[in-house]
């Protein structure tokens, strides 16, 4: 039983819009035009509605006839008048030339039967004025009595002639009545044909869509399946991704924080080098003074040989600035130690 979503005048509906525009009806194409309803129940009125127009094939045809098969019907109509225009127009052209030619000798064989009237009459008037020309009047009156008699036999011939004529065109007629109706069968024979081939058609296309239908619902399935599988692994990626975005968040900040404590190493080692250069500046200038001391001691113990408390003096001066040369390096030592040590970055 068909399912009462569609109706079968719903059906009978989409067939005469798709015949109006001239596509053959099946069973996809009506579900297009009423966008809806199962392939069962349009499949169970389509095979109602082509019972029912099998039953009243001897009716006109309606509106919606297939333009493919009227223009074969109306091709084949036109052929089969025309062959039977084409001989009908020969022998009625022959009859008509006959019958032309028999009404035309018929009509001069009245005029000469007009003639030999008047003649006659003639004759009868002149009978009494002259006897010596009664004898050529009756010869004469004779010749027309017997031309007439000819010619009259002429025109009954003629007359059967025009009726073998009629007769031949009332056959001619009856043959291309006999070669219409034959036409007619075989159109109605062919057209049969067609519809039983358009039906195994439509039977296979029918076959066909289940199976398409059937596979399209097993591919949207399976896309379905693939579309859930990608879904998920995007909001893995996004997860991941948002993970990343964190730890990169968190390692940036590391690297700021990196990039300011560098910041502050490199001021600490401008400012231990400019220290250091200061010291060594210092020290040459410590070297300067105890080379001069040395250059004094010479020249003192050279003035002064003879005075060992002045001697005293100088190497007691001297070995102050020995022992501040020597506590010079430590002092840089402890300078650098009191630097703050660079942290190790966290991961």
Request: proline share 2%.
């Amino acid at each position: 039983m068909a399912r009462s979503g569609i109706q079968y005048s719903d059906v009978q509906h989409a067939i005469d819009t798709l015949l109006a525009r001239g596509d053959t009806p099946s069973v996809q194409r009506i579900r297009e035009v009423l966008g809806t309803g199962s392939f069962t129940t349009i499949s169970e009125h389509f095979r109602l509605w082509r019972t029912e127009r099998e039953q009243n094939r001897d009716v006109p045809p309606p509106k919606g006839v297939p333009e493919v098969v009227v223009n074969v019907a109306s091709e084949l109509w036109r052929e089969a008048q025309d062959v039977a225009n084409q001989a009908l127009v020969h022998y009625r052209e022959d009859a008509n030339q006959q019958v032309e030619s028999a009404q035309q000798a018929a009509a001069e064989a009245l005029q000469q039967a007009a003639n030999a009237e008047q003649r006659e009459s003639a004759l009868a008037a002149h009978f009494r004025q002259t006897e010596e020309r009664l004898e050529t009047l009756n010869r004469e009156l004779a010749e027309s009595q017997a031309n007439e008699r000819h010619w009259q036999q002429q025109a009954e011939n003629l007359r059967q002639e025009a009726a073998q004529h009629r007769h031949q065109l009332d056959q001619t007629q009856q043959a291309l009545k006999e070669a219409q109706t034959h036409y007619s069968e075989k159109l109605e024979e062919q057209q049969k044909s067609w519809e039983q081939r358009l039906a195994q058609e439509e039977q296979r296309n029918e076959a066909s869509e289940g199976k398409l239908m059937a596979l399209l619902d097993t591919l949207r399935q399976e896309r379905a399946q693939e579309e859930r599988a990608l879904q998920k692994r995007l909001q893995q990626w996004e997860q991941r991704a948002d993970a990343l975005s964190h730890e990169l968040k968190q390692k940036n900040d590391a690297l700021q924080g990196y990039q300011q404590e560098c910041s502050l190493l490199k001021q600490r080692i401008t400012e231990l080098e400019r220290q250091n250069g200061e010291l060594h500046t210092h020290r040459s200038t410590l070297e300067e003074s105890l080379e001069k001391a040395h250059k004094g001691l010479e020249t003192q113990q050279q003035q002064t040989r003879d005075s060992e408390h002045w001697q005293e003096q100088l190497w007691q001066r001297m070995a102050s600035l020995q022992a501040q040369l020597a506590d010079l390096p430590s002092t840089l030592a402890s300078s650098s130690d009191d630097t703050p040590e660079t942290k190790k970055p966290s991961r």
